[in-house]
């Protein structure tokens, strides 16, 4: 069974649109990439995927772990197993980080049948993890992404991810915004995660990221379809030729 | 006229009523009763309380109770009688404006005056506890009911019916006039916690004066939380001098009806913060009026007071600023934030800026808000149960302003009682 199978997938913002039949089988211990010009609705994908109800799901399917994941609510569907790392992580000052990922984890655990953990056991987990991803420790104490510069709120998607230790983890453009060194240190973390039990979306603008994390698939997403699958060798055919002539453009259509 | 004369009837009687004070208090107490009866009680038509209508106190007759005062202070703070504070006493608070203000000096006597001597520093918090007293049976009620009936009636929702009319047979509401008077001397430090509690319906009319000598640094606690039946109308007024630095913290939380003034005068290079958190539910209305007046030049404000407000509650906050024409050099921060948890609750923000010097630096901001949905979802999205979310954003909300509570004890009971409040609305 795959751990996850999307089936013309169809979804909307308001008025628009934006998925228009997505069809995608994701099965455990596999990396795939999503790439696509931007509009062409990979984050509403990732953001569907995880529940957000901006989101309205107008027609398809998509089957979890056997389960019907558009039934369930975000909470349930993170404690069983699903993490999305933002595109742009929320600030939530007042909330200190390390309040918040114990809360997270704890949860998770509690769902999955596990003991709790206390604060000296959540320290010992989370320390291991902090330096994998190069983050200072103080990091723990200040709010949630409170004043965190872009690099440090995408390394610190990666950190709880880690810590969270998710089934599926759908990672949305986690290379925006990072420099060459910031992205080797995210990918490192990303690939420390690689395991024959963990799936992987990685949906990205750019082959840079897919250099770091080598996917097995690559899937090019235009107009809310998916155009296109393939290899790793995908990612550098799209980087050298761009995505222009993957669809055709809608207003060549019934002109002339 | 003949309105207000009607309204002041009742407290003529208990004016009356009271056994005479010492000539220079009598002459006080007669000062502000008459002012008492020339304002009569405010109506929404004064723009001061254009958001508050205290009509519920107005129509209600009150059986009126000394204050009942718990006080736990040092060894070193000395406790006086009125007469000897009687250069302060009612020197600070004026009552010709404020009409509350002038009722409470019209029953002057059982004054808690505290004063903290000249560069003495105080560790220990002063704790002036004044607890409402419940309403009182009427006498025939003593004799006819049993006890558990009575307790039923009297714990009865708040409006003039179940307060009482003073009517045989009906459970009287009383009236409380609590009075402080705290002098810091200079160069002294102090802090101070306030608290106002109760259970059924009463109404609290309190009045603090704090006087804060030269260099002197002064914390001030106020902790409201009165039963949700009780109406608590407050001033609270600090004079401070020279280059001394003057904290105020309100935090109301009970109260049906709740009226808060907070008056700040600036000596020159004083410091004033006035921090405040309103949460209010079901069908509570919380006003706070604010007044910082920089008289003198280099003072500098802070200001921040949050609200939290769910159900059908009301809150009002107006800030006023006033920087005089020889306060150059003030630094002014005012910023008032509300959450909103429901549909119905409302709110009335109105910063109220009046400088008259042109070297200076004054900024405010106001804003009403709601849970960030985004932030609900990033902590669903993380295994969080949507309730436990709007409880974890909500506490979040109020924690600045808790953070500056440097009372260790008291942040900690604070803590809990909102922990506890946003179970509730959460679930």
Known sequence: ??????????????????????????????????????????????????????????????TYDGKDLLAMAPEDRAREGIFLAFQYPVEIPGVSNMYFLKAALNTIRKHRGIEELDAMDFLNVVRDKMQIMKMDQTLLNRPVNAGFSGGEKKRNEIFQMAVLEPKLAVLDETDSGLDIDALRIVAAGVNAMRSPDRAMIVVT???????????????????????????????????????????????????? | MSAVAEQT?????????????????????????ARFAELGFPTTHDEEWRFTNVAPIARTAFTPVAPDALLVYPESVKKLAPAEAEAHLARHAAFDQNPFVALNTAFLGNVTVLEIPRNAVIEQPIEITYVAQAPLPAVSRLVSTPLGERDTESSVGMSADAAGTGTEGTPCATVAHPRTLILVGAN???????????????????????????RAVVDHYKVQQESVDAFHIATLQATIGRSAAFASHSISLGGALVRNDVNATLSEGSDATLNGLYIVNGTQHVDNHTLIDHAMPHGTSHELYKGILDGKAHAVFNGKIIVRKDAQKTDSKQTNKNLVLSDDAVVDTKPELQIFADDVRCTHGATIGQLDAEALFYLQSRGIGKSQARRLLTYAFAQDVVDRIKVQSLRDSLERILFEKFHEHAD
């Open chain 1, 205 to 256: 603008h750019y082959q840079r990221l897919l250099s770091e994390i080598v996917p097995d698939f690559v899937h090019v997403l235009a107009e809310g379809r998916i155009v296109k699958s393939g290899g790793k060798e995908l990612a550098l055919e799209l980087e050298a030729e761009g995505y222009a002539d993957l669809y055709e453009e809608p207003q060549a259509v019934g002109k002339v």
């Open chain 2, 9 to 33: 009837g009742e407290w003529l009687e208990q004016f009356t009523n009271q056994p005479p004070a010492p000539a220079w208090l009598q002459s006080l107490r007669d000062a502000a009763f």
């Open chain 1, 1 to 62: 069974m795959s751990l996850l199978e999307i089936k013309d997938l169809h979804a909307k913002v308001g008025d628009r649109e934006i998925l228009q039949g997505i069809n995608l089988t994701v099965n455990a211990g596999e990396v795939h990439a999503i790439m696509g010009p931007n509009g062409s609705g990979k984050s509403t994908l990732a953001q569907v995927l995880a529940g957000r109800e901006l989101y309205v799901v107008t027609g398809g399917s998509v």
């Open chain 2, 188 to 214: 002294a430090q102090c802090t101070i916690v306030e608290t106002y509690k109760g259970a059924g319906t009463y109404f609290t009319n309190a009045v603090t004066e704090i006087v804060v000598g030269d």
